[in-house]
Every structure is written in C-alpha cells, then in structure tokens.
C-alpha cells in the first residue's frame, strides 16, 4: 500500500520566499492597473497587501464559488463578512471563473439584497464589491452591477459618508462603460443626486469622488449633458473651489470636471 494521499486533497502551502515574491507581483501589478485607470476613467478599489492574503492569489474554482454563496447567504455576520471581503479582493484581478460567476447574475442579486441590508459594514464591503466589478475591463462583466443601481441612489444621497463616497465611487466606474450606462444611470436619478452631492458636501473624500463620477457622467455622447449646466454643475463647482482653497487633491479633480464640462 503506497503513502497516504491525503496531501493531494489540500493546496500547497507557499514558502515565505514565495508569499514575498507573490505579494512584490502584486503590487507591480496593482500599479500597472493604476496607470491603466487614469486612461480608462475608471477606479478600482483595492485592499493593501496586508490586507489581501496571499490566498487570493489562486485560482477561483467552482468550491470558492459555493463558498462564497454560502457566506454571502449566511446568517452570521462574520461569515458574509468573510465573504464580501475574499469577493472584493479577488475582484480586483478576477480570474476567468469568476468573471463567469459575476456574468451569471447571481453574484450582483446577493450583493443587492446586502446592500438592502441594515448591517452598515456589510453595505459598505458590498459596495465595495460592486465597484470593483463596475471598474473591470469587461463590457459585460461591468454591466452586470447596472441591475445594483436604482439601489444605490438613496446611499449617494446617504449622511453616512462612507456608504455615500462608496456608492459615487461604483456609479462614477458606471458612467465610464459609455454612453448606454450613462443613459441607465440618468434614468435612474444619478445625475441631479451626484449634482447635489457636488453642490453641497464639505467631505474632502467625498468631494473628489464625486468629481470623478461626475467627470465621467459629463462624457459625451449623451442626452443630457447641457442639462448639467441647468442644475448649476459650473456653479457648484466654482463654489467648491472657492471653499476648498489649496488643497491639491480637491482641486485637481474639480478640474478634470471642468475639463469634461468644456470640451
């Protein structure tokens, strides 16, 4: 009788020297798409190395995809927790099983029932989730989150900034899918609520967030853009810049929305 298989049945536990070298890759990689998002108009939303365990760095199979159901159905707090975290994080660089699993439908429906949800961290993680499957390269994976959005309106309209800058953050990598997104999303409210946000908060994050969605919503082709202009977009822009004085970061992206609005 030969050795016992049980080994077989586990994954293989890295080496230190190899969990440093798979997190140095990450990182290179995590730039590169950094760069590639300041092209695409769009941002993804990632955890820092400490955060991403190296364990995401396998490949998504069908068990991780049971898995992550169950946890998202659980009736624990941690376990859906647990779930939307490994989610999001493997979202960043899904593999070609997950991006079947988010295309299938399912993933964005339990992300929705959360973000329906009372529990305000599991909210926010699917949120998360959402914007980073709103940020992907793919056309239709993308476009998968636009079945989230009705649902994500009342939260940019949120007082709880968190779930508010979340939610601009997802509708803002929307708006940059083309002009068909952009049209969901005005049909949806989007547009006259992020021109609120604009016109109103003080949040410093907030604010450059909501510059960028907005940047992205002020893309043409679309039906509506001289519409920005009747709901005073130039006006509340000009006022933010008048508040926010020096700072760099809210400049900048204030900028980008003037470029958008006179291009």
Known sequence: MGPPRF???????????EVRQRRLSHEQQLRRLHREQVFMGKRLCFRTPQESETESEYEFTPSDTAEIINGLKSGRHEERVAALTTLSTKLEQPSEALQRFVRGGECTRLLVEIVNGVDRDEKLQSLWCLTNIAGGEDAALAETALEAVPHMVPLIESSDGDLQNQAIWA??????????????????????????????????????????????????????FDGLFALGVPEAVAGQLRRVGGDAGCVGELAWVCAYLTA
């Open 7 to 17: 080994k077989e049945l586990y994954k293989p536990v890295p080496s230190s020297r």
């Open 171 to 224: 509708v803002g990598n929307l708006a940059a899918e083309g002009e068909g997104a952009r049209e969901q999303l005005r049909a949806n409210g989007v547009v006259e609520a992020l021109a609120a946000v604009l016109a109103h908060t003080q949040d410093a994050q907030v604010l450059q967030t909501a510059c960028f969605a907005m940047s992205n919503l002020a893309r043409r082709p679309s039906s509506y």
